[in-house]
């Protein structure tokens, strides 16, 4: 990942997935139109980023006997010469109880961030196949813990020269692009049926 000061933001929250068959990837997103931060792939970010985050939540499945999914093994092989952590992290692992190492994954990186000082906001979670509901409520805990100081920041942009990024969907096709974008750019998304012509007005950078 390429750094910029837009990385730094200290009230950032970065949702990092780890995945081998897009369900983990896919959760990622959910709770990224949830909580208006972006969504990276761990393959795509080194241990430097990874220790100048301040709000970190990991999605990841566990592959083959208790291994890193590909994507995850990248990152998780980078940073074992990090030596302290000063973040705030959550933790959801997707597994299969059918199998010895259940959410082994979730597990390590656990382990490591609070080995390393990290500060753990929700109890980790480790969820068997049929996920979807307790995810779901795991989603709506993250947003209470991680955005509710940033409620007010995310109604209005607190920042007029960043890019903002607009989105008008039905079918949430356009919403998932708009969150796809943001993840790429640092920029901001908003729905349009909350923001008003004078926030319109006030913005520099604008992409509908």
């Not at 390429?2 to 709770?31: C, M, P, V, W």
């Not at 430097?48 to 301040?54: G, H, I």
């Not at 750019?185 to 604008?206: C, H, P, Q, R």
Request: hydrophobic residues 35%.
């Amino acid at each position: 990942m390429n750094n910029n000061n837009s990385r730094q933001d200290e009230k950032e929250t970065y949702i990092l997935f780890s995945s081998q068959t897009g369900n983990a990837e896919n959760l990622a997103h959910d709770l990224a139109h949830k909580i208006n931060s972006p969504v990276l792939d761990m393959a795509d970010i080194s241990s430097e980023d990874l220790k100048s985050f301040k709000n970190v939540i990991i999605i990841t499945s566990t592959y083959g006997e208790g291994e890193h999914p590909d994507n995850g093994q990248i990152l998780w092989d980078s940073v074992q010469d990090i030596d302290k952590l000063s973040c705030n992290y959550a933790i959801l692992g997707l597994g299969d109880t059918a199998y010895d190492f259940f959410c082994k994954s979730a597990e390590d990186w656990d382990s490591f961030f609070s080995s390393l000082g990290a500060k753990r906001k929700i109890e980790t979670l480790k969820l068997d196949v049929d996920y979807e509901e307790q995810a779901n409520d795991w989603i709506e805990i993250v947003k209470s813990e991680f955005n509710s100081q940033q409620k007010e920041e995310e109604c209005k942009p607190s920042d007029n020269s960043g890019l903002s990024i607009l989105f008008s969907s039905q079918t949430g096709n356009a919403e998932n692009l708009a969150h796809d974008l943001a993840s790429a750019t640092s920029g901001t998304v908003y729905d349009m049926a909350d923001i008003s012509s004078e926030d319109l007005k006030s913005f520099k950078n604008v992409i509908i």
